[in-house]
C-alpha cells in the first residue's frame, strides 16, 4: 500500500487551516506526513502548522507554484496527495486515494470537488456542476487536475520537473504532463470541499478567471500576492 505525503502551500492562511489540518488528521488512511509550505505569511499560519504537528517550509519565494514544487522536493513518500489551505477532504479521502493509486501504471488521481459556506442547495450544486465539467474534459481528453484535491506519483512528477513556474494553472500543466507518462484517474469517491471565497469578487469575475486559467492563461487567483 502506498504511502502519502499531503502538501499544503499557504499564505495568510491563519483563519481557514485549523480546519483543513483536523479534517487531515481524521483520516481514515493516515497521511505519512504533512508539509505546509509557508509562502510568506504575515500572519501566523506557520506557527498555527507547527502546532498541528505539520513539517512547515518557509518558501521565500512568492508564487504557489514555487510552494507547491518546494514542498514535491522535500516530499520522501512515493505518493502526494495535495490540498489548499482553505480545503476539507472527506475523512476517507486518503483511503480512496490509497486504492485507486495501488493500481500498477498510474501516475496522478483526481477527484470530486465543492464549496462549502453557502446555504443549500448550492454545495450540491458546485459539486454537480464541477463534476459534469470534468466529465467533458476527460472526454475530450483533457483531464483537469485541481492542486485542491490531487494525488500523485512522486518519481513521475520529478521525472517531468515538477510544477511550471507560473502564477496559475501549474496543477492542470502537471496533470497533463504526468498524463503523457502513465495512467490518470479520477477517483469519484474522494470528496474535497473547499471555501466558498473564490466568489467574494462575484460569480461572474470567479468564472471569467476560472475560464481564462483552464484555456490556458496563467494569471494567479490571488492578486495581492503581488504586492
Given at each position: 500500500?502506498?504511502e502519502?505525503?499531503?502538501?499544503?502551500p499557504?499564505w495568510?492562511e491563519?483563519?481557514?487551516?485549523?480546519?483543513?489540518l483536523?479534517a487531515?488528521?481524521?483520516?481514515?488512511?493516515?497521511?505519512k506526513?504533512?508539509?505546509v509550505?509557508?509562502?510568506m505569511?504575515?500572519d501566523?499560519?506557520?506557527?498555527?502548522a507547527?502546532?498541528?504537528?505539520?513539517?512547515v517550509?518557509?518558501?521565500e519565494?512568492?508564487?504557489?507554484?514555487?510552494?507547491r514544487?518546494?514542498?514535491?522536493?522535500?516530499?520522501?513518500?512515493?505518493?502526494?496527495?495535495t490540498?489548499?489551505a482553505?480545503?476539507?477532504?472527506i475523512r476517507?479521502?486518503l483511503?480512496?486515494m490509497?486504492?485507486a493509486?495501488?493500481?500498477?501504471?498510474?501516475?496522478a488521481l483526481?477527484g470530486?470537488?465543492?464549496f462549502?459556506g453557502?446555504?443549500?442547495p448550492y454545495?450540491?450544486l458546485?459539486?454537480?456542476?464541477?463534476?459534469?465539467?470534468l466529465?467533458?474534459a476527460r472526454?475530450?481528453g483533457?483531464p483537469?487536475?485541481?492542486?485542491a484535491n490531487m494525488?500523485?506519483?512522486?518519481?513521475?512528477?520529478?521525472m517531468?520537473?515538477?510544477?511550471?513556474a507560473?502564477?496559475?494553472?501549474?496543477d492542470?500543466?502537471l496533470?497533463?504532463?504526468l498524463g503523457?507518462?502513465?495512467?490518470i484517474?479520477y477517483?469519484?469517491?474522494?470528496?474535497?470541499?473547499?471555501?466558498?471565497?473564490?466568489?467574494?469578487k462575484?460569480?461572474v469575475?470567479?468564472l471569467?478567471?476560472?475560464f481564462?486559467?483552464?484555456?490556458?492563461?496563467?494569471r494567479?487567483?490571488?492578486d495581492e500576492?503581488?504586492?
Amino acid at each position: 500500500m502506498p504511502e502519502f505525503t499531503v502538501i499544503i502551500p499557504a499564505w495568510n492562511e491563519a483563519k481557514y487551516l485549523p480546519a483543513t489540518l483536523r479534517a487531515l488528521e481524521r483520516q481514515s488512511y493516515a497521511p505519512k506526513e504533512v508539509i505546509v509550505v509557508d509562502n510568506m505569511s504575515r500572519d501566523h499560519t506557520g506557527e498555527i502548522a507547527r502546532a498541528w504537528g505539520a513539517t512547515v517550509l518557509l518558501c521565500e519565494k512568492k508564487g504557489v507554484a514555487y510552494a507547491r514544487q518546494m514542498g514535491l522536493e522535500a516530499a520522501r513518500t512515493d505518493w502526494i496527495a495535495t490540498t489548499d489551505a482553505d480545503s476539507l477532504p472527506i475523512r476517507e479521502w486518503l483511503g480512496f486515494m490509497n486504492v485507486a493509486a495501488s493500481v500498477s501504471g498510474r501516475t496522478a488521481l483526481y477527484g470530486p470537488m465543492r464549496f462549502f459556506g453557502l446555504k443549500e442547495p448550492y454545495p450540491r450544486l458546485t459539486e454537480l456542476s464541477y463534476s459534469t465539467f470534468l466529465h467533458v474534459a476527460r472526454v475530450m481528453g483533457k483531464p483537469n487536475m485541481g492542486a485542491a484535491n490531487m494525488a500523485y506519483s512522486r518519481e513521475a512528477a520529478l521525472m517531468v520537473g515538477g510544477y511550471a513556474a507560473v502564477e496559475a494553472y501549474e496543477d492542470v500543466i502537471l496533470g497533463q504532463e504526468l498524463g503523457r507518462m502513465g495512467d490518470i484517474a479520477y477517483v469519484s469517491g474522494a470528496l474535497v470541499e473547499t471555501s466558498a471565497r473564490r466568489l467574494d469578487k462575484g460569480v461572474v469575475q470567479f468564472l471569467w478567471r476560472h475560464f481564462k486559467n483552464v484555456t490556458g492563461h496563467t494569471r494567479g487567483y490571488f492578486d495581492e500576492m503581488r504586492e
